[in-house]
């Protein structure tokens, strides 16, 4: 027997089906302003790595990506080794996503995360979804993005400590320099 998860959408007046791209991946999704939906997916362990693609769910157009490849090949993440995708949206609509990207030739973990700027999808400071992203450690977990009211994003993840054999939880925040 297959365990499954079905995720329909709301459109104000009837439930309504998402994309079939999303069949056998769990959808994030947080309300924004503007009647728009975003959503990022990505994989839910034990499965496999997956990129992390972005949706908007607009109650005129329906389903739409994020930006031009943001839900197909590498989307947002540029990668097929991405997984726990986290989504805010920030007060003045900006989507931010964190994930875990997973080098699977070092078996590391790193935090990533980029930001919507209306035209593209960046990172959130310099490294933000590169190298060793924002942790700058390898034994990371699953992450979890915020927006403070005052729009300021937030990022917080487990750390595997190897010294003293027990998981941490480490949060930063950007502050439009670091």
Do not use: K
Not at 158 to 163: Q, Y
């Amino acid at each position: 027997m297959r365990n499954s998860v079905n995720v329909r959408s709301f459109t104000r007046s009837a439930f309504g089906c998402l994309p079939s791209a999303l069949a056998g991946v769990i959808l994030l999704a947080v309300l924004a302003s503007g009647g728009r939906q975003p959503g990022a997916y990505g994989s839910a362990p034990p499965a496999p790595t997956y990129p992390v693609h972005l949706l908007s769910l607009d109650a005129n157009a329906g389903w739409t990506e994020v930006g031009s490849g943001s839900a197909s090949g590498g989307g947002i993440s540029n990668d097929n080794n991405s997984t726990f995708p986290s989504l805010a949206i920030a007060p003045d609509g900006t989507p931010y996503v964190a994930w875990q990207y997973w080098d699977l030739d070092a078996d590391s973990g790193y935090i990533y995360v980029r930001r919507w700027t209306g035209s593209s999808w960046t990172e959130v400071g310099t490294g933000s979804a590169s190298g060793s992203g924002i942790s700058g450690t390898d034994s990371t977990g699953s992450a979890s993005a915020a927006v403070a009211p005052d729009g300021t994003p937030y990022v917080a993840w487990t750390d595997w400590r190897w010294d003293t054999m027990e998981n941490e939880i480490f949060v930063r925040r950007w502050n439009e320099t670091a």
